[in-house]
């Protein structure tokens, strides 16, 4: 079932970003306007800031973001909510309207920044901006089908488990098993120094996660040429390789990856907290006195 809700949750994304390019195709020539020519153009009353889209724009984008991060926090902290669906599927699921929202906010403002607005714009940007390294962070702790974060031991114990029916069940001839644990130790090596937790070390690992299926193609070769398997055996064996070789190169930065993501968590929740008050000040403004601080009259 969450299997399902997350490829639901891809769908509804991949039409988003569809619809949303067809909008740029056809209107996007008027957030590229200098100022002073944009009212001359046809979109200019109902694109500009305080026009009836653009107005709308900024509501639906600010509702959707709120949205998010209730439903996501909401899973997290109450108790009635821990047994509808794995954290993953909401994490998918704030991650999308996290993104979608400040898509339309972006359009909502069509680049026309000053006073507050400015800050709380770019507080947005920066909160949307981190909420993609979080979901990179998030995916190097591995996880029970629950989505529950794994003990050390746990990970070890998967460690040990798919060696062993990497040997066993697939019957790998040990130079395959010696390739594999040579291409999982490379990736535990690649910071010099015992891989201090330093945002130094994200790059390099970043670059590691993007090099692994050219390393992982590489296994596949040598596969095949030692035996001919179904082509269903062969994804099924693919997916443990590539599960082994993750699961060492989180091992390996389980301490590095912890600390990171502390203090990511806090530089989330400050540009947060600055873009929730900046917003309330500036629909303030927009209720009480009808004018905007983002200056889109």
Known sequence: MSVQLDRLILAVAILSAAAGTAFLAKAGGYYLLPLWERPDSPFHKVLKPSGEVGHSFGWIGAGLMLLGVVLYSGRKRLAALRGLGPMRTWLNFHIYLCLTGPFLVALHTAAKLRGLGVYSFWSMAVVAASGIIGRWLYQQFPRTIRGEAMTLAEIRAEQADLRERLQTQFGLAPSLLK?????????????????????????????????????????????????????RETQALLALIRRQMAIARRVAFLDTFRRVFTYWHVIHLVFFAAMVVLLVLHVGSEVFFGASLVGGR
Do not use: C, H, W, Y
């Open 179 to 231: 390739a594999v644990d040579a291409v999982a130790e490379r990736s535990g090596q690649r910071t010099p120094g015992g891989a201090a937790a330093s945002l130094l070390t994200l790059p390099l690992l970043l670059v590691d996660d993007l090099l692994r299926p050219l390393r992982l193609s590489k296994i596949r070769r040598q596969l095949l040429k030692q035996r001919r398997l179904a082509r």
